[in-house]
DNA sequence: CATGATAGCGCG
DNA sequence: AAAGCGCGCTATCATG
């Protein structure tokens, strides 16, 4: 049973359809039409009795949050924008099922809908009305894409439109080569949509004041306005006196570096790796003042300010926001967290976070998928590099890592391309799958991970520089520089496979995860962390995720259940993505208890 | 004054 | 100027 959500005829802002449907070939069972202030309420009960329906929408970041500050969820739902994405692109879809006519199904091959650039209000803040600003529909690129449409029906955000399309996606995977896997690809990617809106709802737990001591014991006290911190402006003058250069302004690249050069120091660039190789009185304080620099300006004072807000890191999650189907961040720099701030990730009182990351997660995978029993053999223990060495293929850990990281990034040179050659011995099915990826690549063809995203076609840029080197007249120059570029391409379906069946998989996980966290209920009040908002307030839930990586928040009741959730779902990830493959998907897991409730 | 490209560095 | 993939963000400098 799935219900389909949209604004009603003429109704958009104000009224909200919903369409209940069996079979996507069969006609509508019944709309109800809705005051968009009801809906939540109305949505809540959907999801209290009875079998749980998915819920399709045109986009969830569109209508999730809302309802997430009413303190509503739901379990399951079907973002018709993300789907439409990955069948478009999927050569295991139907693409003319998906393309089949229909009003303004052109609509959902626009590029998506730019991500709000600022933090909405944490849930506290928000009106307890359930006002239409809530659904971001009529703030700045919601309302300008609606009021781009002609009509309203013909809208992506319409009940009429979301059907349509619906139906088209039901019949492009049905009608494509590879039903289930796209099933589970797309049920996966629309539970990702609705962690991404959850996990921004719910917030991490930040605390700013064990952040601020991070950053007076590196930095020196907050400096006011305009002034360097007192260890940067030190490090500042013991670098222009090693360069006799009393005026020098370390910010600027060409100035510092042509100061270097004056010192006789012959570097290329002012980066940290050309630097380090070099013995001079200059380098150890200007590498210091590099990273001091470096985090007054990306997670300092401005940082906390802007992104910290009572208790809680709020970042705008982007699901599907890199071709491999990785998700991106906006805002806040969530993904690029140095691990140095993590001190400030800690728990609630009464509360505690579960982290957990998945050991080599890319070759674990790349094991599962080309079915290398070799692999899977060296990857049954928690540590694959050491399987590895176990197996004879190299002599070190460290020499296993470059081999394994070469092969699936295409190293050619160096260290790591010397040892790939020693990993195609040992483990022959593995990298012939990797090996054909990049093949195809270089031909200009398309790759497909495991579930069925598949990669971009190459762009005309690309095709006009391999159709260049073929011209009866090319030269030299013109073959070079095809054959760099089909290489480039190659090296990208050759990650592109990998790096995007692990995304898939981090995705299961995760949606396994959170549902098995949703069926251990609320704990009772006495218990609650207000500041995860109302939907999170009482019950355990997941707070950030990051490529291999996911942090629980856990009230003290749930923390055992939770921690058993999390390796349970990792095992049945395994299984749902790979059926019977012997390949293991160990994890690293991490429990912080926070302080006692007084 | 705004926009775009580049260098550099953080993460997986 | 990274060998070898994918990102986001900040600061600087060039261009419109």
Redesign the pocket.
């Known amino acids: 049973m799935v219900i389909i959500v949209g604004w009603a005829a003429g109704g958009r802002g104000h009224s909200v359809a919903l369409t209940e449907a069996g079979a996507a070939t069969a006609p509508p069972l019944a709309t109800r039409i809705v005051p968009l202030a009801q809906l939540p309420g109305v949505i809540a009960a959907r999801e209290a009795s009875g079998p749980k329906p998915r819920w399709v929408w045109h986009d969830t970041a569109q209508w999730y949050p809302a309802l997430l500050a009413a303190g509503v969820t739901i379990e399951r739902c079907h973002d018709l924008r993300l789907c439409h994405a990955i069948l478009h692109g999927s050569e295991l879809a139907a693409a003319r099922a998906l393309h089949s006519g229909g009003v303004g199904e052109s609509v959902w091959d626009a590029p998506p809908a730019p991500q709000l650039l600022t933090p909405p209000p944490p849930p506290h803040a928000a009106s307890a009305l359930f006002d239409i600003d809530d659904f971001g529909v009529s703030t700045a690129h919601g309302s300008a894409r609606a009021q781009d449409a002609t009509a309203d029906e013909t809208a992506p955000a319409s009940a009429v439109e979301a059907l349509a399309e619906w139906r088209r996606q039901t019949a492009a995977v049905a009608e494509g080569s590879a039903p289930e896997r796209l099933r589970l690809l797309l049920a996966a990617e629309s539970a990702g949509a609705l962690m991404a809106a959850e996990m921004h709802a719910a917030g991490l737990p930040w605390r700013a004041e064990v952040h601020e001591h991070l950053l007076v014991a590196t930095l020196g006290p907050k400096p006011v306005a305009g002034a360097l911190p007192e260890r940067m402006e030190l490090r500042a003058r013991a670098v222009r006196s090693a360069l006799g250069e009393p005026e020098l302004?370390l910010?600027?690249?060409?100035?510092l570096?042509r100061a270097l050069h004056r010192a006789g120091l012959m570097v290329?660039?002012?980066?940290?790796?050309?630097?380090r190789k070099h013995t001079h009185p200059v380098i150890e304080p200007l590498?210091e003042y590099?990273?001091l620099a470096?985090?007054?300006?990306?997670n300092g004072w401005?940082?906390l300010e802007e992104w910290v807000h009572a208790g809680r890191f709020r970042?705008t999650f982007?699901p599907g926001?890199?071709?491999?189907g990785?998700w991106?961040?906006?805002?806040?720099?969530?993904?690029?967290?140095?691990?140095?701030l993590r001190q400030a990730v800690l728990p609630d009182p009464g509360w505690a976070l579960i982290t957990a990351?998945v050991a080599q997660?890319e070759p674990r995978v790349l094991a599962a998928m080309a079915g290398d029993a070799a692999m899977a053999a060296a990857g049954r223990g928690a540590d694959l590099y050491e399987g590895i060495v176990a197996s004879g293929a190299v002599d070190t850990r460290e020499h296993a890592k470059?081999a394994v990281?070469?092969a699936?990034?295409?190293?050619?040179?160096?260290?790591?391309?010397r040892l790939v050659p020693r990993l195609r011995r040992a483990f022959p099915d593995a990298m012939r799958l990797v090996d054909r990826a990049a093949g195809a690549g270089e031909r200009g063809e398309g790759v497909t991970t495991w579930l069925g995203r598949s990669s971009p076609p190459p762009g005309a840029r690309w095709r006009t520089v391999q159709a260049a080197a073929t011209q009866p007249g090319a030269g030299a120059a013109e073959e070079r520089r095809a054959r760099q570029s089909a290489r480039?391409r190659g090296?990208?379906t050759?990650?592109?496979i990998v790096?995007g069946t692990a995304a898939e998989w981090a995705l299961c996980w995760m949606a396994e995860i959170r549902l098995r966290l949703a069926a251990l209920g609320d704990v009772p009040a006495a218990s609650a962390a207000p500041r995860s908002g109302p939907a999170f307030a009482r019950r355990a839930h997941l707070a950030f995720f990051?490529?291999?990586?996911i942090i629980v928040h856990a009230p003290r009741e749930q923390v055992d259940a939770a921690a058993s959730a999390v390796r349970e779902a990792a095992a049945s990830a395994g299984r749902l993505m790979f059926g019977g493959s012997s390949v293991d998907f160990p994890l690293e897991l991490h429990l912080q208890h926070g302080a006692s409730e007084t």
């Open positions: 302004h910010e600027s690249q060409p100035r570096l290329e660039s002012t980066s940290r790796w050309e630097l590498l590099k990273t470096r985090l007054l300006s990306a401005a940082w970042p982007v926001g890199v071709v491999t990785r991106a961040s906006s805002g806040g720099g969530a993904l690029q967290l140095p691990k140095q990351d997660l470059l990281l070469g699936m990034y295409g190293a050619t040179t160096g260290e790591s391309g480039d090296r990208f050759r990650n592109f790096q990051l490529h291999d990586e």
